[in-house]
């Protein structure tokens, strides 16, 4: 199986921040990496998929990068709406497809 | 907008059979891929399995041997059953719409949309 394991665990950012949420495979997963954001409550809602490919609808404030085994999201400047819980997942096996623990964002 | 409302017991009893079925409007599920994904304190979010279009299943390895996901094209719905549940069961369970990037059949999968999810909680 690949792991994910994510970094921060936790964060607190000012509005207008940069911030960045790293996450790395247990190995090279080529370019294939989706990012979610999950607020209290709701499901989980993508973001990003294939490492740096906006879904539509998000904003362009979010960004994604990386390959092989790191990867970073990066959003530009923080909103209020953007506190929650991101995730990335790993789409490079199907045996079985996998999640990181997730960053917990808060706004400060 | 495909929309999916996940519908089952919200309790049941520990050695019983866990049974979910996702209604989906907006979209048919003889197009896509569709997977069950359930989330709980202890083990993140953790892939179930999924079903094709085409009815092929693919299922995580460490359920495999519990797990059957069926479908009702009649009906637009999908289903989850999982067998001998335990403690370890207790999650929010989601139905989600499943895309798929690239080339590769096996690879390139994220999830695009999700139902609201539902806590299903084992006791004993």
């Known amino acids: 199986d690949i792991q994910m394991t994510q970094s921060p665990s936790s964060l607190s950012a000012s509005l207008g921040d940069r911030v960045t949420i790293t996450c790395r495979a247990s190995?090279?997963?080529?370019?294939?990496l989706n990012w979610y954001q999950q607020k209290p409550g709701k499901a989980p809602k993508v973001l990003i998929y294939?490492?740096?490919n906006l879904q539509g609808g998000v904003p362009s404030r979010f960004t994604g990068s990386g390959s092989g085994t790191e990867f970073t999201l990066t959003i530009s400047t923080l909103q209020p709406e953007d506190f929650g819980t991101y995730f990335c997942?790993?789409?490079?096996?199907?045996?079985?497809?996998?999640f990181g623990p997730g960053t917990k964002l808060d706004i400060k | 907008q495909v929309q999916l409302q996940e519908s089952g017991p919200g309790l049941i009893k520990s050695s019983e059979t866990l049974s979910l079925t996702c209604t989906v409007s907006?979209?048919?599920?003889?197009?896509?891929?569709w997977s069950w994904i359930r989330q709980s304190p202890g083990k993140g979010l953790e892939w179930i399995g999924c079903?094709?279009?085409?009815?092929?299943?693919f299922y995580n390895p460490s359920l495999k041997s519990r797990v059957t996901i069926f479908r009702d094209t009649s009906t637009n719905r999908y289903s989850l059953r999982l067998n001998s549940v335990t403690a370890a069961d207790t999650a929010v369970y989601y139905c989600?719409?499943?895309?798929?990037?690239?080339?590769?059949?096996?690879?390139?999968?994220?999830?695009?949309?999700w139902g609201h999810g539902t806590l299903v909680t084992v006791s004993s």
């Open positions: 907006g979209g048919s599920i003889t197009n896509s891929y």
């Open positions: 989600a719409r499943t895309e798929r990037h690239g080339l590769n059949v096996f690879s390139g999968y994220f999830f695009d949309d």
């Open positions: 997942q790993q789409s490079s096996s199907l045996h079985p497809l996998s």
């Open positions: 079903i094709y279009y085409s009815g092929l299943t």
């Open positions: 294939a490492v740096s």
């Open positions: 190995q090279d997963i080529g370019n294939y």
